[in-house]
């Protein structure tokens, strides 16, 4: 039982919320993103006050910008090691049993040869695509796949589209009076994390 909370608080806190941070940082880098999901999150939500489950099933660029920043911002861009089984050849390569195979999810999800402009941050790549991150699409897999894919996949998504959404819905967003160009350079521990924490200036907004 103890092995079990250690496993899901360690492997479960820090990658869900860097998504956040990292959907904040991107969505503060491009107002235009932001309006456009304010927009829909609103839309949706009207003058309630407050989102339930059934609403993000109709917020399809809510799911869009989590998708986007899973895709540049992986948290943990390298998946947990492998090792093969069996001697197998690939691509030419011969892999013997027992060496240790590591998967590098950022470079997947950034190859050109499978991205249109891999580098930018576009939510709209994903509105008409059937492209997913569960394990069937192998050129996007921030949670891994197979066996040993992330158990917290379902728990991770609604938890980060619940509070994107109440983030945006309930406040307007700025970066702090003067402050610099974003800066989203990387730092890279267990998880990847905005190498500077995100300062943004949250403003309440009522209907
Ligand atoms: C957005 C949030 C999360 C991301 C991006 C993420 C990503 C990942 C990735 C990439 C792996 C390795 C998969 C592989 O190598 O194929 C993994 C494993 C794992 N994740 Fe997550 N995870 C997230 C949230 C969570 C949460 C909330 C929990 C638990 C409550 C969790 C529990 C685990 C566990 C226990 C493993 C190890 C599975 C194993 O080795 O068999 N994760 N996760």
Known sequence: ??????????????????????A??????QPAVMHKLQDE???????RGNITEQ???HMNYLKAVIKETLRLHPSLPVLVPRESTKGIKLNGYDIEAGTQVLVNAWAVATDPKCWDQPLEFKPE????????FKGRDF??????????GCPGLQFA????????????YHFDWDLPAGS???????????VLHLKSPLLAIPTPYYE
Not at 5 to 21: C, H, I, N, S
């Open 1 to 22: 039982m103890k092995a079990i909370l250690v496993d899901m608080f360690t492997a479960g806190t820090d990658p869900t919320y860097t998504v956040l941070e990292w």
């Open 24 to 29: 904040m940082a991107e969505l503060l880098k």
């Open 41 to 47: 999150v609103r839309t949706v939500v009207g003058n």
């Open 55 to 57: 609403d993000l099933v």
């Open 125 to 132: 790549r994903f509105l008409n695509s059937s492209v997913d």
């Open 139 to 148: 050129q996007f897999i921030p949670f891994g796949a197979g066996r040993r």
């Open 157 to 168: 998504t609604a938890l980060d589209e619940t509070v994107l959404a109440n983030l945006v």
């Open 180 to 190: 610099k160009e974003l800066d989203l350079s990387k730092f890279y521990g267990l």
